[in-house]
């Protein structure tokens, strides 16, 4: 178990990642211009923000599981092997899942 509440940092996480969607959304809503030369660069654009969106999304699911995680107690054990997440690596990144040597296995 950590010896500090990550709820305020999962909470900041999962606003800057929903922002960040809505924001991709609304450019992603946008319409494209009739030339054919500046569209085909505009589309070009937009795969890029359907990969960023990807990345946001998923970003989120993370956070959710983490907070599930907390729900049902087991939030700092690693999803592998289950023994502790270090408190520094939960600290920086409050989804992790994975302790530092399961996360460099898995990568």
């Known amino acids: 178990m950590v010896d500090f509440d990550p709820?305020?940092?999962?909470?900041?996480?999962?606003?800057?990642?929903?922002?960040?969607?809505e924001a991709i959304r609304r450019?992603?809503?946008?319409?494209?211009?009739?030339?054919?030369?500046?569209q085909a660069q505009q589309r070009q654009n937009d795969d890029v923000l359907r990969?960023?969106?990807?990345?946001?999304?998923?970003?989120m699911r993370l956070v959710g599981l983490a907070r599930l995680r907390l729900a049902?107690?087991?939030?700092g054990e690693c999803a592998r092997c289950g023994?502790?997440?270090e408190e520094r690596r939960l600290r920086?990144?409050?989804?992790?899942?994975?302790?530092?040597?399961c996360a460099d296995a898995v990568d």
């Open 51 to 59: 990969a960023l969106l990807a990345e946001a999304e998923a970003g």
């Open 27 to 38: 450019d992603l809503g946008r319409s494209h211009s009739p030339d054919f030369a500046e």
């Open 83 to 85: 023994e502790a997440i």
């Open 7 to 21: 709820r305020p940092a999962l909470d900041q996480l999962a606003a800057e990642y929903s922002k960040r969607a």
């Open 72 to 75: 049902d107690g087991t939030y």
């Open 92 to 101: 920086a990144l409050p989804a992790a899942e994975h302790c530092l040597r």
